[in-house]
């Protein structure tokens, strides 16, 4: 099984429609991130938890909300779909700060918003 | 304004040839970096990490070096495998803040029989 989980992996929606996407981890580590991917763009930080009880506002978190259920889990909310959302998502993990920690990502959510 | 750009954007080679990929940051101040493979449809994997005193690192057909001074790193691939064809991601990690990674959009690399 993979160490971080990401479902569902293919989502299909329409605008206006509320979508969340899950995320669990194996790991054991505190801190976890959302990042979107598009074509040319790279990865962007949208959200990312360094525990239970820490939530941070990433570069691109407009649009977008999460929850930190238990350390093991992290959830992405579009409350309100709309078409330039339309993106592959990334959940990841770390044990200590990015400053030596390594990522480990999930293998990735992909969503179209129609 | 801290940076992290790549290049090409896109490099096609032959099964079995070398190729070099380029990642130049303008990140201060500065702690690590490191390279990624993004194989297509999954997430990236860390494949070397680079810290301040080093030059040179090594991991299989992969080496990877760094220039502190003048910001530059590379990935060099050896003998290259129909396996290599990925995505590279160059992450450079400051010292400060809490968000303190930056992304490059990465190169495309395709490698053909």
């Known amino acids: 099984d993979a160490d971080v989980t990401q479902t569902p992996r293919n989502r299909i929606t329409k605008t206006g429609k509320r979508i969340m996407l899950e995320c669990s981890q194996t790991k054991g580590h505190d801190r976890m991130y959302w990042y979107r991917q598009d074509p040319g763009l790279g990865l962007r930080l949208i959200y990312y938890?360094?525990?239970?009880?820490?939530?941070n506002k990433g570069e691109i978190s407009d649009g977008y909300s999460v929850s930190r259920q238990a350390q093991a889990k992290f959830s992405l909310s579009l409350e309100s779909a709309i078409p330039n959302q339309t993106a592959l998502y990334f959940c990841?993990?770390?044990?200590?700060?990015?400053?030596?920690?390594?990522?480990?990502f999930g293998e990735g959510s992909r969503l179209t918003v129609l | 304004k801290n940076q992290v750009e790549q290049s090409p954007q896109s490099l096609i080679i032959l099964e079995g040839k070398n190729c070099t990929l380029q990642?130049?940051?303008?990140?201060?101040?500065?702690?690590?970096l490191r390279w990624y493979k993004q194989d297509t449809g999954r997430g990236p994997v860390s494949l070397t990490i680079?810290?301040?005193?080093?030059n040179t690192k090594s991991n299989g057909r992969y080496t990877a070096t760094l220039d502190a001074d003048t910001k530059q790193s590379s990935l060099h691939i050896t003998a290259s495998q129909l396996s290599d064809s990925a995505s590279y991601i160059c992450?450079?990690?400051?010292?400060?803040?809490?968000?303190?990674?930056?992304f490059g959009t990465g190169t495309r690399l395709t490698v053909i029989p």
């Open positions: 680079m810290t301040f005193s080093e």
């Open positions: 990642c130049n940051y303008t990140v201060s101040p500065f702690s690590n």
């Open positions: 990841a993990t770390s044990d200590v700060t990015g400053n030596t920690g390594e990522l480990f």
């Open positions: 938890s360094f525990d239970v009880k820490d939530i």
């Open positions: 992450v450079v990690s400051v010292r400060t803040g809490a968000n303190n990674l930056f």
